[in-house]
């Protein structure tokens, strides 16, 4: 619900074809575990899409001090990651273990542990193992309830429908009657072992909030009460070891989207992009005041900007590692916590890095002019990416109307919120780093490769969906800035930038974004995306070029390894 910000988290992957058929087992030589398993005849080919890498954190981040609780956060992580794998299906540990008896099913094996199951999770669910579907609600309620089946029983006992809609409960039936089990109940076993190694890993860290937190969380283990630790997380501070686990996220959940599955982002803080965002932080009112907006829509009672951490990843579990990489999480996601003391959104620097590499060069070397790919660059990037989420925290949000009254931007402009948001984010965030530049904040050198970085990346935002809010929003920014001359068309299907025209376009776009919002106007929010948020057949066709490159990546942890190896 909250990971999703970054334009990356969001991808949407077109399903990929493709029938099925037995697997070949070497004739009479096929042991009898795999007997009668049906895979997918194309698995080789959607492994091949994720492109394998090392998600690696340097020795010196970690050093003698850490590791030792490092080690048991490691330990746990896995335990959430097999307790993930049985949220997802009961049969999942035996399926795999047959996987893994086989040789010939490597890959499907490969592609089970991406997808924490036998269902594709970048083919709408499909199955590729088997042919079973899956359940809406996997394991989080009887396979045979009904969406309208849970919502009638709920309405018709309303004492008990905090704990049914519980984010941390299980559905069972007992009889005609449906029971809530607490998580702490229903996964009493693996709780309980991770739980003991929170408590292990407090007690080794130097780091006193790390331990509150960790000793918190264990306790909502065996009570099934996150509150406290959710808060605990926010109060962290900017320690070294920046962790999270626990259940969260909601999606696997299709049923109802209410139950939360288990997850843990074990990483370690980038001391050099943490004092690069406080930097950024300490000028958000200047910021502010800096932005092509009208005095009345400036909005200098946000204080600062939202807390952002910037962080490698040592090793993920359950259903943060589960399908398509996060590269960025916002949590938590419990609104009561959100309310009454905010949230922390943490970019995970290594995975933005191998996804640089291995997904938006590539792209850009088809569409970008080869003058301009010699200037994109990792570290103008992550500042791109940075400043999107710094630029969602300025400009309007309450606004008041014109006869006093107070709204806010969400709620005015409605559907369309999302893309013309996303939109700013980009735009002004490029506003910013350029005055960054003019006064001296930033490093002139910086300047073309912010430009040349965010070309390139307008082309993986929209590979996968002109539609979905990021994707137009990018649709947008590239239509408009095209007919104001500051991108251009370079042959070939490239496209270039032209620095004469680049600032004074984003100017522009931006003031247009902003005034948007700040009146809240719906009408010229409307014409505005009709007008410039269709993408071009020329762009349509080179995008087309595309795909041969991987649409996502396919982690190994080393430097967990190593850490586990120091044992
Ligand atoms: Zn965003």
Redesign the pocket.
């Known amino acids: 619900m909250r990971r999703l ?2 334009p990356w988290v969001v991808v949407v992957v077109a399903a990929c074809g493709g029938g099925r058929a037995d697997v070949r087992h070497g004739g009479d030589l096929a042991p009898p575990q795999t007997e009668g398993l049906i895979v997918a005849d194309d698995v080789a080919g959607r492994l091949a899409r994720l492109a394998p890498v090392e998600i690696d954190v340097a020795d010196e981040l970690i050093g003698d001090e850490l590791r030792p609780a490092l080690q048991k956060l490691v330990e746990a992580a896995a335990v959430i990651d097999e307790l993930y794998l049985a949220q997802v299906s009961e049969g999942n540990a035996a399926l795999r273990a047959r996987l893994a008896a086989e040789p010939a099913m490597a890959d499907a094996l490969a592609y089970f542990d991406v997808m924490y199951g036998p269902w594709d999770r970048l083919a709408e669910g499909e199955p590729f193992v088997g042919s079973e579907r899956r359940p809406e609600g996997v394991t989080f309620y009887p396979r045979d309830l009904t969406r309208e089946a849970f919502q009638g029983y709920v309405e018709a006992h309303p004492a008990e429908r905090d704990a049914l809609t519980s984010y941390f409960t299980v559905i069972r039936r007992e009889g005609d009657a449906l029971r809530a089990v607490p998580y702490s109940e229903a996964y009493r076993d693996p709780l309980e072992r991770a739980a003991r190694l929170l408590e292990e890993a407090a007690a080794v860290s130097s780091d006193e909030r790390l331990a509150r937190y960790l000793r918190l969380r264990a306790e909502a283990f065996r009570t099934n009460d996150y509150f406290d630790s959710d808060v605990a997380w926010l109060e962290l501070g900017d320690g070294p070891i920046e962790v999270v686990i626990g259940p969260y996220e909601v999606y696997e959940d299709q049923l109802m989207n209410m139950k939360a599955s288990f997850e843990a982002f074990i990483t370690i803080r980038d001391p050099e992009a943490t004092a690069q965002l406080q930097t950024v932080s300490s000028l958000a009112e200047q910021l502010e005041l800096a932005l092509p907006v009208a005095e009345g829509h400036r909005n200098l009672e946000r204080g600062s900007t939202r807390p952002i951490a910037v962080a490698y990843e040592l090793v993920t579990a359950g259903d943060a590692r589960a399908g398509v990489q996060t590269l960025a999480f916002n949590l938590p996601n419990d609104e009561r916590v959100r309310e009454e003391h905010g949230y922390k959104l943490v970019l995970l620097r290594n995975v933005l890095q191998a996804k640089y590499d291995l997904i938006l060069v590539p792209i850009a070397g088809r569409l970008v002019e080869p003058t301009l790919l010699a200037e994109m660059s990792f570290e103008a990037f992550l500042n791109n990416t940075l400043m ?1 989420e710094v630029a ?1 925290g300025l400009g309007p949000g309450r606004i008041r109307r014109p006869d006093g009254t107070q709204t806010d931007v969400n709620r005015e402009l409605r559907d369309l919120y999302s893309t013309i948001e ?1 939109a700013k ?1 980009d735009i002004v965030g490029l506003f910013c780093s350029q005055w960054m530049i003019q006064n001296g904040h930033l490093d002139r050198a910086m300047e073309r490769p912010l430009y040349a970085t965010f070309l390139g990346g307008f082309f993986r935002s929209v590979r996968f969906g002109a539609t979905e809010a990021h994707g137009q929003a990018n649709v947008i920014q590239f239509n408009y800035l095209l007919e104001r001359g500051a991108i251009r068309t370079a042959g070939e299907g490239r496209y270039a930038i032209d620095y004469g025209r680049i600032r004074e376009g984003v100017s522009d776009l931006a003031r247009e974004l902003l005034a948007i919002e700040g009146d809240g106007d719906y009408a010229r929010a409307r014409a505005f995306v009709d007008r410039y948020g269709t993408p071009t057949e020329e762009l349509l066709r080179g995008l087309g070029t595309l795909s041969g490159i991987p649409v996502d990546i396919r982690p190994s942890y080393p430097a967990a390894a190593r850490v586990l190896a120091a044992r």
């Open positions: 910000c970054t999107h969602h996303e984010a």
